[in-house]
C-alpha cells in the first residue's frame, strides 16, 4: 500500500472526502483492489454493529443472585462464627494456657537451665551418677570450657 492510502485511509473509510487518495487509487491498480476490500470489510463490521444496548431478561439478577445461595457450601470461616464452637474453643485456648503455665512454673530450676543450654546437656553426666572428677580427664576438660562459655551472671 502506498503512502496516499495510508495517510488518507480513515477519512475515505468514514465517507470524508479525500482527494489525493482518489487521485492514486485511479492509476494504482494493487491500492484500488485493497481499498474495495477494505470497504467491504467495513461495511460487514457496519452490519454486525448492534443497534441496541442489550439488556438482560427482568428478574435476570434475582435468578443469579439465587441460583449462587443455592450452590453455596458451608466454609471453614463459618465454622469460626458459630457462638457454640466460639465458646468452646475460647475454653480451650484457656486450658491450655493454664497447662502451659503451670508447666513452666512448676518447673524445676536446674532443668530450665539445662534447657536453655543444650551444650551442658551434651558434656553433663547422667542426673543420677555420682560425681568423679579427675577419672575422665577429657570430660573434665570439657565441662569446665563449656561452663566457662555458657556463664551468665545471676540476676
Known sequence: MHDPVIQNLEAYLEGRHAPELESHVRSCGSC???????????????????????????????RVAARIESQAQPSFWDLLLDPI???????????????????????????????FAPERLLVSPPPNAPTQVGQDVENDRNVVLVDMVSYAQAD
Do not use: C, W
Open 32 to 62: 484500488r483492489t485493497e481499498l474495495e476490500l477494505m470497504v467491504k470489510h467495513a461495511a460487514l463490521f457496519h452490519a454486525l454493529k448492534v443497534e441496541d444496548q442489550l439488556a438482560p431478561a427482568p428478574g435476570f439478577y434475582n
Open 85 to 115: 464452637f466460639g465458646r468452646r474453643l475460647v475454653f480451650a485456648t484457656a486450658a491450655l494456657v493454664m497447662v502451659m503455665s503451670g508447666y513452666l512454673m512448676l518447673t524445676p530450676t536446674e532443668a530450665a537451665q539445662i534447657s
